[in-house]
Antibody, heavy 115, light 107 residues
């Protein structure tokens, strides 16, 4: 059974950093691109970043470029999202999802950016 | 980015009703359209992929149709466990973009 389990969310002050993790199991992690998608409170979903199966290619939405870094450790079957210079508008539940059809999602981790 | 316009935003219905939810893309997405169900505090669950393919384990009362820019999710006979939020996703063009969601409530 495919499982994606996010962790690392919480309350953080504006301008500070936070790193999210997503532990994957039930499939060969190193064969798939992965993505982060977020959902602000009472808002719709928006794609944040994607990383290729081997980590060689990364893509970001414009509003997080230069602040967020997506990475992965295939030996640990874990996806990461390093978030720097956080803003109030980054407040959201962050989901990791398997790329190529977005078939599987984690339960999400809530990031609240507030002073 | 492709814009996805989902309607309605809210839908009030009764057990046994037939309901439809629509998504309209800002350009042709070649049937690369998925439907998801999301319940509070849970991970989104894919119901339908590529317009009309039922995900394994999803009841046959869920179906999808459409082409070009217009797509529909139909639930043929609502069950109590179907009251949730539904959203669409296009993955024809990068990045994938989502509809704003439809909250299906018990009348």
């Amino acid at each position: 059974e495919v499982q994606l389990v996010e962790s690392g969310g919480g309350l953080v002050q504006p301008g500070r950093s936070m790193k999210l993790s997503c532990a994957a199991s039930g499939f060969t992690f190193s064969n798939y691109g992965m993505a982060w998608v977020r959902q602000a409170p009472t808002k719709g979903l928006e794609w944040v970043a994607t990383i290729s199966y081997d980590g060689s290619s990364t893509y970001y939405r414009d509003s997080v470029k230069g602040r967020f870094t997506i990475s992965r450790d295939n030996a640990k079957s874990t996806l990461y999202l390093q978030m720097n210079s956080l803003r109030s508008e980054d407040t959201a539940t962050y989901y990791c999802t398997r790329d190529g059809g977005f078939a599987y999602w984690g339960q999400g981790t809530l990031v609240t950016v507030s002073s | 980015d492709i814009q996805m316009t989902q309607s309605p935003s809210f839908l009030s219905a009764s057990v046994g009703d037939r309901v439809t939810i629509n998504c309209k893309a800002s350009q042709n997405i070649n049937k690369y359209l998925n439907w998801y169900q999301q319940k509070l505090g849970e991970a989104p669950k894919r119901l339908i992929y590529n317009t009309n393919n039922l995900q394994t384990g999803i009841p046959s009362r869920f179906s999808g149709s459409g082409s070009g820019t217009d797509y529909t999710l139909t639930i043929s006979s609502l069950q109590p466990e179907d009251f949730a939020t539904y959203f669409c996703l296009q993955h024809n063009s990068f990045p994938g973009t989502f509809g704003a969601g439809t909250k299906l409530e018990l009348k």
